[in-house]
């Protein structure tokens, strides 16, 4: 039974959280296997658990050969000390392409809260817990446990709140993978090798092999794995391409629709197939990650064409459905060529993506070339025919009233339903939910008979539910009103930003050997940052700032212009505490404001996207992008240093002179460059000084030290910041209506 050799993947190690808890000098298999007795009736999975490390079954072995997989070749360290001392290493402090982390980091063991990010620290003392914290953390996951135990996705929900800080291995092995990502992929590749139906002399060799590190043996070539990744294209039109009328509400459905449509796919995937959640490696940031028996390949390539047409059904093309797989062997699994399977995934995928609605084209042309009927009254949004009294079809107002009820919506409810196949138009977005599978609405108490997900937060037991959901925190206001919420000019702006070479670092950045879990870890605590904690640290800002997507490795964001610098700089900072001080691991930014609070969103989106390119992400990438220029972190952070300081001197009544003095260096200098001739600097510090000296004389040491000095740096160079700070500064300090 299959689901026996999910529970055990994800149980297998459980022994390992009581072993550290209470300080037992048991093995942790027979921990694990006393957990499951406890708490199961079924003696065969009892069994399952306790043998994982000494197989004697078929299914034994399934699972023994799943957990070398997972865990890869242990590095071997030196037996001693107190395994409970060992904290979780950061897997970003273990990366690097030149520069890397300044050493290991370590990641403090405490309970999983989206509001408290797990910054690593580097003192390993700091990240350990004292006394019985670990034995709090037991109980409490004990006591959560027997609430959910009787439902295997939610007992996978309740591992990643639990089990995410801790260490998987840590008595011979470096402590860089989490019980969680250990668990998850164990259960994984378990149930992967069960639906192949192995003969279990085979599986008896491959054991054997895999011990022996005989990585070439014939048994470990054939491939017995799909690698299957799955992209939703066209994000950005979709999001982007609306009409300011009820914008923000517009944009938080469409928000949380993209991001949860790749979860009922995922899930629709699996379902299908007859597995279950863990089988879902990695969902975010408009994509996925499966991994599947390679017997299914055929009917997965099905299944692919039954969503492709309720995708194209649904949006028009404007979404698409893209979805790839390649063949894994165990031998891929373990001798670290992982990285490039992982690799080859995304080529295939990319050449998916030359090819959309081709399986719909050969099938169903009718669907993709008409003849279509042309409404007299279309759709400003996706084409369709209007319906009712909003100017939308009926698709798309669902959307917008979707988006109205989130900020209501504490829970997020699901229920497995019969594909309603003779569906043949999707009206609105619960008809698309059904065609994939599930049923689903918006409540704030849970209900029986539904899968309950608790919204952007851990603590879905005390709450009567079955798991958790991130979705962006966006807020109510129009663009009209984060304009006027700005300082200085009357408009908003859009910050976006992706992280620099995060393929590379996954091919090339690895310090240990790889795994399948080593990847999967580290793309979660990725894609985590920006899915989970991005929200609450966008906190401080209030509703001056929404995020209209955050996942994977990049986000956007709306709100008044002069506060997205502040997010801009705040976000930088925190990403860098994040992935361990790891100079590797950046992020490029830009920022465009809208010339006035009418213009389109897709426009502004656009250029955004254009300055990201063509500046922060030039050379050596890791720059922001403001004001159509582009500047290191470091120079943008003394750019709003001097910025404030001008400000400040004319707000305490000082001419705004100064602002066309400043602007005016760039006048003296050459792109980019700081030099100028010396007449010129004279000319420069003889106008500065009559300025001061214009001061009230509380202003006059603070406008030297501030912003002569930092203007200045001697006979021949002025400083090329000054000239952008003064128009930042203009900008801020010009009233309404100027």
């Known amino acids: 039974m299959i689901e026996n050799i999910y529970w055990a993947g994800l149980l297998h190690d459980i022994g390992k959280f009581w072993q550290r808890a209470e300080n037992k000098q048991i093995k942790h298999q027979e921990l694990s296997g006393t957990f499951v007795h406890h708490n199961f009736a079924s003696e065969e999975l009892v069994a399952l658990v306790a043998n994982h490390h000494d197989p004697e079954t078929k299914d034994d072995y399934i699972l023994a050969i799943a957990d070398k997989l997972s865990a890869g070749e242990r590095e071997d360290q030196s037996p001693g000390g107190n395994v409970a001392d060992e904290p979780l290493i950061s897997l ?32 390993k003392r700091k990240a350990t817990l004292n006394g019985n914290g670990y034995k709090q953390l037991w109980d409490s996951f004990n006591q959560e446990f027997s609430k959910v135990k009787n439902n295997l996705n939610a007992t996978l929900y309740l591992l990643q709140k639990y089990l995410t800080l801790i260490p998987s291995a840590a008595f011979y092995s470096r402590a ?23 003969p279990e002399p085979t599986l008896q060799k491959i054991h054997q092999h895999l011990k022996n590190k005989n990585y070439q043996a014939s048994e470990l070539q054939k491939p017995y794995f799909l690698l299957v990744g799955g992209d939703i294209a066209g994000i950005q039109d979709f999001l982007y391409d609306i009409p300011l009328d009820n914008a923000a509400k517009n944009l938080r459905g469409r928000s949380f629709l993209v991001g949860y449509l790749n979860r009922l ?14 089988s879902i490696l990695l969902i975010g940031g408009g994509r996925f990650t499966l991994l599947l028996p390679y017997s299914d390949l055929e009917k997965l390539q099905e299944i692919k064409g039954r969503v492709e047409k309720i995708i194209y059904q649904a949006f028009n093309g404007k979404l698409k459905f893209i979805l790839g797989s390649i063949p894994l062997t165990i031998n891929d699994l373990a001798e670290g060529n992982i990285t490039k399977r992982w690799d080859d995934l995304g080529q295939e995928l990319n050449r998916e993506k030359m090819k959309p609605f081709l399986t719909l084209i050969k099938e169903t042309p009718d669907l993709i070339f008409g003849p279509f009927d042309t409404p007299d009254n279309i759709c400003p949004i996706c084409g369709r025919e209007v319906t009712g009294e909003t100017g939308l079809c009926s698709f798309c107002q669902s959307i917008v009233e979707m988006g109205a009820e989130l900020p209501r919506t504490e829970i997020l409810q699901e229920k497995k339903v019969v594909e309603k196949s003779s569906i043949n138009e999707i009206s609105n977005i619960n008809e698309l939910f059904l065609a994939l599978g599930r049923q689903v609405r918006f409540s704030d108490k849970p209900e029986q008979d539904y899968f309950n997900l608790l919204l952007n937060s851990y603590d879905f037991v005390v709450k009567n539910c079955q798991g958790f959901y991130f979705a962006p925190k966006t807020a109510a206001y129009e663009f009209e009103v984060l304009a006027k919420k700005s300082e200085g000019i009357d408009t908003w702006g859009v910050l976006r930003g992706d992280v620099d070479n995060l393929g590379k670092l996954f091919r090339e950045g690895f310090a240990d050997k790889i795994t399948i879990t080593s990847i999967a870890a580290l793309s979660r605590a990725m894609g985590e940052f920006f899915g989970v904690y991005f929200n609450d640290l966008l906190k401080e800002f209030g509703d001056t700032v929404y995020t209209v997507y955050a996942g994977g490795d990049d986000f956007f964001v709306v709100g008044s212009w002069s506060v997205l610098p502040k997010v801009a700089l705040k976000l930088r900072r925190q990403f860098t505490l994040y992935c361990a001080g790891n100079r590797d691991l950046t992020f490029s930014a830009a920022i465009k404001l809208a010339p006035n609070f009418k213009h389109p969103l897709f426009k502004v989106a656009q250029e955004a996207y254009e300055l990201l390119e063509e500046k922060a992400k030039t050379g050596s990438k890791d720059k922001i992008a403001f004001l159509d220029r582009a500047y290191t972190w470091d120079e943008f952070s003394r750019l709003q240093g001097l910025k404030d300081h001008i400000k400040k001197v004319v707000q ?37 000084s009559r ?48």
Do not use: C
Request: charged residues 25%; hydrophobic residues 40%.
């Open 92 to 123: 970003f402090s273990r990366i690097k392409l030149s520069r890397g982390a300044e050493g290991e980091q370590y990641i403090p063991l405490k309970l999983y809260e989206p509001d408290e990010p797990p910054f690593p620290v580097a003192d």
């Open 176 to 198: 860089t993978i989490s019980l969680y990502d250990h668990a998850r992929t164990t259960a994984a590749i378990a149930a992967a090798l069960y639906k192949e139906d192995i």
């Open 265 to 278: 796919i995922a899930l629709y995937l699996v379902e299908e197939l007859g597995l279950l959640e863990p």
């Open 652 to 688: 305490g009544g000082g001419s705004r002179a100064i602002i066309q003095h400043l602007y005016g260096i760039k006048n003296l200098l050459n792109a980019g460059e700081r030099e100028a001739s010396y007449p010129k600097v004279w000319r420069l510090v003889y106008q500065l």
């Open 691 to 738: 300025y001061r000296d214009s001061l009230k004389k509380e202003l006059q040491t603070y406008f030297r030290e501030k912003i002569m000095d930092v203007v200045v740096f001697n006979t021949t160079e002025i400083n090329p910041l000054a000239s952008p700070a003064a128009r930042w500064a203009e900008l801020e300090l010009r009233a309404r209506g100027d």
